[in-house]
């Protein structure tokens, strides 16, 4: 099976900066991981691969050091990798963020399953997954929790739902958003930790993608985030230091007093 799986490189969240001109995330030059909820499609597509034969590859939009996720890919036993880097791509939202990987992963398909994670811990709205299977024209299941590989060339693919698991016959090309439940990440073997330390991933852009500029990054975007600010705090803070009976009767009184 030749599968596509999707990895985003967030911003560790212990130094997130906003740019206060455009509202958007500072990426260039900001400390950045893989999406943690990424490493769950990864370990799925490995496992497939395992199962079925074929290969993975990996795609990625973002700045050019965005390609340190695709090299952890490639640790984990990704065949290829795809970096989406320009300009032009800056400011997308989740519609032509999706877009432009659905664009990728066309050009480098026919791929029978693409693996998104659930969500991504920045922009956190879950929308890119189903977005390319949209884009694509494809079948999408979310919150997935197994996928088995039929002899029929089909999947089983469990998701996980309020009240249960429902299991479902999906056929291929499909794209599933994988959640964490579905397996434990292992590591990457020696020979494929070497491997990624000198692996170049394929560079596309918006030319090489065929990609209008209207259609992509900010100027592609039919949302914008129209403000961002840090929440003003007003409230009092009072400290009431007695025995339990007082404290009780004092912050009934201030609850009253306060209604
Ligand atoms: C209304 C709105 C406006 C926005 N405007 C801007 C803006 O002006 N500028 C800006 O910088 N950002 C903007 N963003 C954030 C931007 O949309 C997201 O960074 C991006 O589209 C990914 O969405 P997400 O982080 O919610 O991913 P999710 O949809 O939560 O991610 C789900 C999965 O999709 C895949 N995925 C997501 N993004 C990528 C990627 N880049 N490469 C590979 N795989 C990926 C991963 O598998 C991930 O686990 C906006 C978001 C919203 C909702």
């Given amino acids: 099976m030749k599968i596509a799986v999707c990895l985003k490189q967030v911003p560790d969240t212990a130094n997130l900066e906003l740019d206060p001109e455009t509202n958007t995330l500072k990426r260039d030059g900001a ?8 490493d769950f499609p990864l ?9 079925t034969g074929g290969t993975v590859t990996a795609f990625t939009m973002g700045p050019p050091q965005a390609a340190q996720v695709l090299k952890r890919a490639i640790a984990m036993g990704a065949d290829d990798a795809v970096l989406l880097t320009a300009r032009e791509f800056a400011g997308a939202d989740t519609w032509a963020t999706s877009l432009t990987l659905a664009k990728a992963i066309e050009k480098h398909g026919p791929f029978q399953l693409i693996l998104c994670g659930k969500q991504a811990t920045d922009g956190d709205t879950a929308q890119v997954g189903p977005g390319i299977a949209e884009h694509l024209n494809i079948p999408q299941v979310t919150y997935v929790v197994k996928v088995v590989p039929e002899s029929d060339g089909t999947l089983m693919v469990s998701r996980m739902l309020d009240t249960g698991t429902a299991v479902l ?9 994988i959640l964490k439940e579905a397996n434990e990440p292992g590591f990457p073997s020696i020979d494929n930790y070497i491997n990624a330390l000198d692996h ?8 090489s993608l065929n990609l209008d500029p209207a259609d992509i990054g900010l100027q ?5 985030v129209a403000k961002i600010a840090v929440p ?8 009431i230091d007695e025995k ?3 404290a009780a009767q004092a912050l009934l009184k201030a609850i009253q007093e306060n209604q």
């Fill in 244 to 246: 339990p009976e007082l």
């Fill in 200 to 207: 170049a991933p394929i560079v596309e852009n918006a030319q």
């Fill in 31 to 38: 400390k950045a991981v893989l999406n943690p909820l990424d």
């Fill in 169 to 177: 016959k999906v056929k291929t090309p499909a794209l599933l958003t």
């Fill in 220 to 224: 592609g975007s039919p949302t914008k």
């Fill in 232 to 239: 003003k705090n007003d409230r009092k803070r009072v400290l």
């Fill in 43 to 51: 370990e799925a597509a490995i496992q497939l691969k395992k199962l």
